[in-house]
Protein backbone atom coordinates (compact mmCIF):
# COMPACT_ATOMS: atom_id res chain seq x y z
CA UNK A 1 0.00 0.00 0.00
CA UNK A 2 1.01 3.26 -0.86
CA UNK A 3 2.07 6.22 2.05
CA UNK A 4 -0.59 7.95 0.87
CA UNK A 5 -2.91 5.48 0.84
CA UNK A 6 -1.96 4.75 4.20
CA UNK A 7 -2.33 7.92 5.58
CA UNK A 8 -5.31 8.59 4.29
CA UNK A 9 -6.78 4.98 6.34
CA UNK A 10 -4.90 6.49 9.48
CA UNK A 11 -5.98 10.17 9.52
CA UNK A 12 -9.56 9.70 10.41
CA UNK A 13 -8.91 8.23 13.68
CA UNK A 14 -7.80 11.43 14.66
CA UNK A 15 -11.08 13.31 13.85
CA UNK A 16 -12.14 11.67 17.22
CA UNK A 17 -9.18 13.55 19.33
CA UNK A 18 -11.56 16.39 18.40
CA UNK A 19 -9.73 19.91 19.43
CA UNK A 20 -8.66 19.42 22.79
CA UNK A 21 -5.01 19.85 24.12
CA UNK A 22 -4.07 15.82 23.23
CA UNK A 23 -4.29 16.87 19.01
CA UNK A 24 -2.36 20.51 19.51
CA UNK A 25 0.56 17.67 21.56
CA UNK A 26 0.20 15.13 18.85
CA UNK A 27 0.90 18.10 15.76
CA UNK A 28 3.66 19.26 17.61
CA UNK A 29 5.27 15.60 17.95
CA UNK A 30 4.24 15.10 14.42
CA UNK A 31 6.16 18.31 13.25
CA UNK A 32 9.35 17.60 15.20
CA UNK A 33 9.49 13.91 13.60
CA UNK A 34 9.68 15.50 10.39
CA UNK A 35 11.86 17.86 10.74
CA UNK A 36 14.09 15.07 12.05
CA UNK A 37 13.55 12.79 9.03
CA UNK A 38 13.81 16.27 6.76
CA UNK A 39 17.42 16.98 7.78
CA UNK A 40 18.11 13.19 7.65
CA UNK A 41 17.08 13.43 4.18
CA UNK A 42 18.84 16.64 3.10
CA UNK A 43 22.10 14.67 4.64
CA UNK A 44 21.93 12.20 1.53
CA UNK A 45 20.19 14.08 -1.30
CA UNK A 46 21.13 18.17 -0.40
CA UNK A 47 17.60 19.21 -0.72
CA UNK A 48 17.30 22.33 1.26
CA UNK A 49 15.60 21.37 4.35
CA UNK A 50 12.60 23.92 3.79
CA UNK A 51 12.12 22.44 0.09
CA UNK A 52 11.48 19.17 2.48
CA UNK A 53 9.36 20.68 5.26
CA UNK A 54 7.29 22.22 3.04
CA UNK A 55 6.61 19.38 0.65
CA UNK A 56 5.80 17.76 3.58
CA UNK A 57 3.32 19.95 4.73
CA UNK A 58 1.59 20.38 1.36
CA UNK A 59 1.25 16.81 1.49
CA UNK A 60 -0.56 16.16 4.45
CA UNK A 61 -3.33 19.08 3.61
CA UNK A 62 -3.50 21.15 0.47
CA UNK A 63 -2.50 18.21 -1.98
CA UNK A 64 -3.54 15.14 0.51
CA UNK A 65 -5.92 16.40 3.02
CA UNK A 66 -4.92 13.76 5.25
CA UNK A 67 -4.54 15.77 8.87
CA UNK A 68 -7.71 16.78 10.11
CA UNK A 69 -8.88 20.29 9.51
CA UNK A 70 -8.86 20.63 13.86
CA UNK A 71 -5.22 19.83 13.76
CA UNK A 72 -4.54 22.83 11.17
CA UNK A 73 -6.75 24.81 13.20
CA UNK A 74 -4.74 24.28 16.65
CA UNK A 75 -1.62 24.75 14.83
CA UNK A 76 -2.71 27.98 13.01
CA UNK A 77 -3.59 28.98 16.99
CA UNK A 78 -0.47 28.93 18.00
CA UNK A 79 1.44 30.70 15.02
CA UNK A 80 1.42 34.04 16.83
CA UNK A 81 2.75 32.70 20.11
CA UNK A 82 5.35 30.49 18.21
CA UNK A 83 5.62 33.57 16.24
CA UNK A 84 7.05 35.90 18.87
CA UNK A 85 9.17 32.82 20.27
CA UNK A 86 10.76 32.91 17.01
CA UNK A 87 11.10 36.57 16.64
CA UNK A 88 12.70 36.90 20.02
CA UNK A 89 14.97 33.60 19.22
CA UNK A 90 16.15 35.25 15.76
CA UNK A 91 17.11 38.74 17.21
CA UNK A 92 18.74 37.53 20.18
CA UNK A 93 20.77 34.62 18.20
CA UNK A 94 21.83 37.35 16.05
CA UNK A 95 22.41 40.09 18.14
CA UNK A 96 24.67 38.61 20.31
CA UNK A 97 26.85 38.07 18.06
CA UNK A 98 27.37 41.58 16.96
CA UNK A 99 30.69 42.54 18.57
CA UNK A 100 30.58 46.52 18.33
CA UNK A 101 33.91 47.82 17.38
CA UNK A 102 35.88 48.01 14.17
CA UNK A 103 35.12 44.50 13.50
CA UNK A 104 31.51 44.68 12.58
CA UNK A 105 32.03 48.40 10.15
CA UNK A 106 35.44 47.01 9.14
CA UNK A 107 34.22 44.32 7.16
CA UNK A 108 32.26 46.49 4.53
CA UNK A 109 31.19 43.97 1.99
CA UNK A 110 29.08 41.97 4.45
CA UNK A 111 27.78 44.70 6.01
CA UNK A 112 26.93 46.78 2.50
CA UNK A 113 25.25 43.63 1.56
CA UNK A 114 22.97 43.19 4.63
CA UNK A 115 21.70 46.24 4.65
CA UNK A 116 21.09 46.35 0.75
CA UNK A 117 19.57 42.67 1.20
CA UNK A 118 16.32 44.47 3.36
CA UNK A 119 16.43 48.30 2.18
CA UNK A 120 16.45 47.54 -2.26
CA UNK A 121 14.07 45.19 -1.97
CA UNK A 122 11.52 47.20 0.39
CA UNK A 123 11.98 49.99 -2.05
CA UNK A 124 11.90 48.70 -5.27
CA UNK A 125 8.76 46.06 -4.28
CA UNK A 126 6.45 49.13 -2.86
CA UNK A 127 6.89 50.94 -6.35
CA UNK A 128 6.34 47.41 -8.14
CA UNK A 129 3.01 46.18 -6.29
CA UNK A 130 1.75 49.86 -6.41
CA UNK A 131 2.18 50.31 -10.01
CA UNK A 132 1.35 46.58 -11.20
CA UNK A 133 -1.84 45.94 -8.64
CA UNK A 134 -2.50 48.99 -6.67
CA UNK A 135 -0.87 47.79 -3.43
CA UNK A 136 -1.02 50.73 -0.65
CA UNK A 137 2.60 51.41 -0.55
CA UNK A 138 3.21 50.05 2.92
CA UNK A 139 2.07 46.90 1.69
CA UNK A 140 4.38 46.91 -1.16
CA UNK A 141 7.14 47.88 1.06
CA UNK A 142 6.13 45.37 4.05
CA UNK A 143 6.52 42.34 1.30
CA UNK A 144 9.99 43.70 0.35
CA UNK A 145 11.21 43.99 4.23
CA UNK A 146 10.07 40.00 4.43
CA UNK A 147 11.60 38.83 1.62
CA UNK A 148 14.91 40.99 2.23
CA UNK A 149 16.45 37.92 4.68
CA UNK A 150 19.23 35.36 2.93
CA UNK A 151 18.71 32.13 5.30
CA UNK A 152 21.50 31.66 7.68
CA UNK A 153 19.91 28.31 8.08
CA UNK A 154 21.01 27.43 4.80
CA UNK A 155 23.54 29.90 3.31
CA UNK A 156 26.06 29.23 6.68
CA UNK A 157 26.42 25.38 6.42
CA UNK A 158 26.55 26.01 2.57
CA UNK A 159 29.36 28.44 3.29
CA UNK A 160 31.18 25.65 5.37
CA UNK A 161 31.68 23.36 3.20
CA UNK A 162 33.72 25.67 0.75
CA UNK A 163 37.07 26.36 0.23
CA UNK A 164 36.62 30.41 0.36
CA UNK A 165 38.90 32.99 1.89
CA UNK A 166 38.47 33.96 5.23
CA UNK A 167 37.44 37.70 5.06
CA UNK A 168 35.14 36.31 2.80
CA UNK A 169 33.52 33.83 4.98
CA UNK A 170 33.14 36.03 7.14
CA UNK A 171 31.45 38.87 5.40
CA UNK A 172 28.51 35.94 4.37
CA UNK A 173 28.22 35.10 7.60
CA UNK A 174 27.36 38.91 8.78
CA UNK A 175 25.68 39.54 5.64
CA UNK A 176 23.19 37.14 6.59
CA UNK A 177 23.19 37.76 10.42
CA UNK A 178 22.76 41.43 9.67
CA UNK A 179 19.67 41.01 7.21
CA UNK A 180 17.54 38.97 9.43
CA UNK A 181 17.84 41.43 12.11
CA UNK A 182 17.55 44.81 9.86
CA UNK A 183 14.77 42.51 8.72
CA UNK A 184 12.24 41.93 11.68
CA UNK A 185 13.43 46.09 12.93
CA UNK A 186 12.13 47.38 9.39
CA UNK A 187 9.21 44.77 9.88
CA UNK A 188 8.56 45.79 12.91
CA UNK A 189 8.65 49.87 11.98
CA UNK A 190 6.40 49.02 8.75
CA UNK A 191 3.51 46.75 10.72
CA UNK A 192 2.88 49.81 12.83
CA UNK A 193 1.71 52.59 9.90
CA UNK A 194 -0.61 49.50 8.80
CA UNK A 195 -2.78 50.89 11.44
CA UNK A 196 -3.61 53.98 9.91
CA UNK A 197 -0.03 55.68 11.28
CA UNK A 198 0.55 58.32 8.45
CA UNK A 199 2.99 56.93 5.84
CA UNK A 200 4.77 59.95 5.48
CA UNK A 201 8.44 61.10 5.86
CA UNK A 202 7.36 63.41 9.13
CA UNK A 203 5.36 60.75 10.14
CA UNK A 204 7.97 58.58 9.93
CA UNK A 205 10.50 59.81 11.72
CA UNK A 206 8.42 61.00 14.80
CA UNK A 207 6.65 57.82 14.79
CA UNK A 208 10.39 55.79 14.86
CA UNK A 209 11.54 58.42 16.88
CA UNK A 210 9.03 57.69 19.72
CA UNK A 211 8.39 54.24 19.62
CA UNK A 212 12.07 53.75 19.39
CA UNK A 213 13.23 55.56 22.50
CA UNK A 214 11.08 53.53 24.87
CA UNK A 215 12.60 50.47 23.35
CA UNK A 216 16.07 51.33 23.42
CA UNK A 217 15.68 52.53 26.81
CA UNK A 218 14.26 48.87 27.89
CA UNK A 219 16.75 46.95 26.27
CA UNK A 220 19.48 48.83 27.86
CA UNK A 221 18.31 48.63 31.32
CA UNK A 222 17.45 45.17 30.88
CA UNK A 223 20.89 44.74 29.60
CA UNK A 224 22.92 46.17 32.45
CA UNK A 225 20.72 44.65 35.11
CA UNK A 226 20.73 41.03 33.77
CA UNK A 227 25.00 40.70 33.17
CA UNK A 228 24.64 42.61 36.71
CA UNK A 229 22.83 39.53 38.37
CA UNK A 230 25.14 37.08 36.04
CA UNK A 231 27.76 38.28 38.54
CA UNK A 232 26.64 37.31 41.58
CA UNK A 233 24.97 33.55 40.21
CA UNK A 234 26.32 30.84 38.89
CA UNK A 235 26.39 30.76 35.04
CA UNK A 236 25.14 27.39 34.60
CA UNK A 237 21.77 27.25 32.08
CA UNK A 238 23.06 30.94 31.09
CA UNK A 239 21.60 30.48 27.57
CA UNK A 240 17.97 29.29 28.25
CA UNK A 241 17.82 31.66 31.22
CA UNK A 242 19.22 34.58 29.48
CA UNK A 243 16.43 34.26 26.41
CA UNK A 244 14.05 33.68 29.38
CA UNK A 245 14.70 37.34 30.26
CA UNK A 246 14.62 37.99 26.24
CA UNK A 247 10.82 36.99 26.46
CA UNK A 248 10.28 38.69 29.43
CA UNK A 249 11.38 41.83 28.21
CA UNK A 250 9.64 41.46 24.74
CA UNK A 251 6.33 40.94 26.91
CA UNK A 252 6.73 43.98 29.03
CA UNK A 253 7.79 46.42 26.16
CA UNK A 254 4.50 44.97 24.17
CA UNK A 255 2.41 46.56 27.16
CA UNK A 256 4.11 49.81 26.61
CA UNK A 257 3.42 49.76 23.00
CA UNK A 258 7.02 49.74 22.02
CA UNK A 259 8.90 47.84 19.68
CA UNK A 260 9.54 44.75 22.07
CA UNK A 261 11.94 43.26 19.10
CA UNK A 262 14.30 46.31 19.03
CA UNK A 263 14.65 46.50 23.00
CA UNK A 264 15.24 42.24 22.47
CA UNK A 265 18.21 43.06 19.86
CA UNK A 266 19.95 46.01 21.99
CA UNK A 267 19.82 43.67 24.99
CA UNK A 268 21.15 40.70 22.80
CA UNK A 269 23.78 42.94 21.77
CA UNK A 270 24.59 44.18 24.93
CA UNK A 271 24.88 40.24 26.40
CA UNK A 272 27.14 39.85 23.18
CA UNK A 273 29.11 42.43 24.44
CA UNK A 274 28.65 41.24 28.30
CA UNK A 275 32.84 41.78 28.82
CA UNK A 276 33.88 45.24 27.73
CA UNK A 277 30.76 46.37 29.53
CA UNK A 278 30.91 44.63 32.61
CA UNK A 279 34.65 45.67 32.74
CA UNK A 280 32.80 49.42 32.31
CA UNK A 281 30.63 48.81 35.39
CA UNK A 282 33.06 46.90 37.42
CA UNK A 283 31.86 43.74 37.56
CA UNK A 284 33.87 40.77 37.60
CA UNK A 285 34.04 37.91 34.54
CA UNK A 286 32.31 34.91 35.80
CA UNK A 287 32.66 31.86 33.72
CA UNK A 288 29.48 30.90 32.12
CA UNK A 289 27.81 27.94 30.60
CA UNK A 290 30.41 26.07 27.91
CA UNK A 291 29.79 26.65 24.69
CA UNK A 292 29.42 23.45 23.25
CA UNK A 293 26.30 23.06 25.70
CA UNK A 294 25.00 26.46 25.20
CA UNK A 295 25.36 25.89 20.52
CA UNK A 296 23.78 22.51 21.83
CA UNK A 297 20.36 24.39 23.07
CA UNK A 298 20.36 26.94 20.33
CA UNK A 299 20.53 24.51 17.91
CA UNK A 300 18.01 22.71 19.30
CA UNK A 301 15.52 25.32 20.08
CA UNK A 302 16.05 27.03 16.23
CA UNK A 303 15.93 23.51 14.75
CA UNK A 304 12.34 23.50 16.51
CA UNK A 305 11.24 26.69 15.12
CA UNK A 306 12.22 26.15 11.78
CA UNK A 307 10.83 22.99 11.29
CA UNK A 308 7.36 24.09 12.75
CA UNK A 309 6.88 27.50 10.67
CA UNK A 310 7.78 25.92 7.17
CA UNK A 311 5.48 22.17 8.05
CA UNK A 312 2.86 25.28 9.03
CA UNK A 313 3.45 27.17 5.97
CA UNK A 314 3.27 23.64 3.67
CA UNK A 315 -0.41 22.83 5.67
CA UNK A 316 -2.28 26.04 5.28
CA UNK A 317 -0.95 27.18 2.25
CA UNK A 318 -3.21 27.89 -1.09
CA UNK A 319 -1.91 26.26 -4.49
CA UNK A 320 -2.86 29.12 -6.71
CA UNK A 321 -1.54 29.69 -10.02
CA UNK A 322 -2.62 33.35 -9.96
CA UNK A 323 -0.16 33.00 -6.14
CA UNK A 324 2.26 31.42 -8.07
CA UNK A 325 2.94 34.12 -11.03
CA UNK A 326 2.96 36.73 -8.69
CA UNK A 327 5.64 34.54 -7.01
CA UNK A 328 7.52 34.24 -10.31
CA UNK A 329 7.36 37.44 -11.18
CA UNK A 330 8.73 38.64 -7.86
CA UNK A 331 11.47 36.58 -7.27
CA UNK A 332 12.83 37.58 -10.97
CA UNK A 333 12.57 40.92 -9.20
CA UNK A 334 14.66 39.85 -6.53
CA UNK A 335 17.37 38.08 -8.68
CA UNK A 336 17.85 41.27 -11.03
CA UNK A 337 18.27 43.39 -7.28
CA UNK A 338 20.48 40.61 -6.18
CA UNK A 339 22.67 41.19 -9.17
CA UNK A 340 22.32 44.70 -9.19
CA UNK A 341 23.65 44.76 -5.54
CA UNK A 342 26.31 41.71 -5.68
CA UNK A 343 28.38 43.08 -8.85
CA UNK A 344 28.67 46.48 -7.72
CA UNK A 345 30.21 45.50 -4.23
CA UNK A 346 32.70 42.47 -5.00
CA UNK A 347 35.05 43.67 -6.73
CA UNK A 348 39.16 43.31 -6.76
CA UNK A 349 39.98 40.16 -5.19
CA UNK A 350 36.26 38.89 -4.16
CA UNK A 351 35.22 39.03 -7.86
CA UNK A 352 35.33 35.47 -8.10
CA UNK A 353 32.73 35.12 -5.68
CA UNK A 354 30.13 36.86 -7.70
CA UNK A 355 28.29 33.42 -8.53
CA UNK A 356 28.50 32.32 -5.35
CA UNK A 357 27.42 35.47 -3.69
CA UNK A 358 24.63 35.88 -6.05
CA UNK A 359 23.11 31.59 -5.71
CA UNK A 360 23.28 32.92 -1.64
CA UNK A 361 19.78 34.02 -1.70
CA UNK A 362 17.50 31.38 -0.56
CA UNK A 363 14.83 32.87 1.79
CA UNK A 364 14.03 30.93 5.07
CA UNK A 365 13.19 30.71 8.74
CA UNK A 366 12.68 34.54 8.77
CA UNK A 367 10.57 34.78 6.06
CA UNK A 368 8.56 32.30 7.12
CA UNK A 369 8.15 33.62 10.53
CA UNK A 370 7.26 37.08 9.63
CA UNK A 371 4.58 35.71 6.87
CA UNK A 372 3.15 33.82 9.27
CA UNK A 373 2.45 36.78 11.60
CA UNK A 374 0.57 38.66 8.84
CA UNK A 375 -1.27 35.91 8.22
CA UNK A 376 -2.41 36.02 11.78
CA UNK A 377 -3.18 39.45 11.73
CA UNK A 378 -5.22 38.50 8.60
CA UNK A 379 -6.58 41.06 6.15
CA UNK A 380 -6.54 41.15 2.45
CA UNK A 381 -2.97 41.86 2.00
CA UNK A 382 -1.54 40.22 5.15
CA UNK A 383 -3.21 37.15 3.41
CA UNK A 384 -1.70 37.83 0.07
CA UNK A 385 1.83 38.54 0.99
CA UNK A 386 2.18 35.21 3.12
CA UNK A 387 0.67 33.37 0.15
CA UNK A 388 3.14 35.09 -2.41
CA UNK A 389 6.17 34.47 0.39
CA UNK A 390 5.37 30.78 1.04
CA UNK A 391 6.13 30.09 -2.92
CA UNK A 392 9.47 32.48 -3.44
CA UNK A 393 10.61 30.45 -0.61
CA UNK A 394 10.88 27.41 -2.67
CA UNK A 395 11.55 29.43 -5.64
CA UNK A 396 14.31 31.00 -4.36
CA UNK A 397 15.43 27.68 -3.04
CA UNK A 398 15.69 26.00 -6.25
CA UNK A 399 16.91 28.95 -7.79
CA UNK A 400 19.97 29.53 -4.98
CA UNK A 401 20.39 25.35 -5.58
CA UNK A 402 21.25 25.57 -9.39
CA UNK A 403 23.51 28.52 -9.34
CA UNK A 404 25.48 27.40 -6.10
CA UNK A 405 25.80 23.89 -7.87
CA UNK A 406 27.27 25.68 -10.87
CA UNK A 407 30.06 27.84 -9.27
CA UNK A 408 33.49 27.29 -9.91
CA UNK A 409 34.00 27.46 -5.69
CA UNK A 410 35.27 23.65 -4.45
CA UNK A 411 33.81 22.39 -1.94
CA UNK A 412 36.35 21.35 1.24
CA UNK A 413 37.76 17.45 1.12
CA UNK A 414 36.07 16.59 4.51
CA UNK A 415 32.60 17.69 2.52
Known amino acids: MSLIGSLS ?247 FNGAAAISVLIFAIMIGNSKPIAKFFGFKKLKMEGAIARRAVEHDIEFLLMTFFFVFIGMIAILSLQYFIYAVIITVVLLAIRYLEVWPVLRSKFSEYRPLTFGLMERGTTVAVLAAILFSIGGTYNDQIFYICFMVIILTNIVGSLVISRTRVKVKPDG
Open 9 to 255: IIAPLFLQLGSSSISILIAIAAIIIIGYLARAIFHRTKIPEALIMIAIGLLLVPIGHLLPGTYVNSLRSLAAIFGDIALIVIMYNGGKTIKLGRKLFGNTIGFTLGIFDVILPMVVLSVVMYVWLGWPLVYGAILGAVLGETSTVIVIPIIKRLKIQREMYDALVLETTLNSVFDILIFTLLIAFTGGQAFTASGIASFTIDYISVSIAFGLLAGVLWIAVQNYINGAREYLATLAVAILLFGIVEL
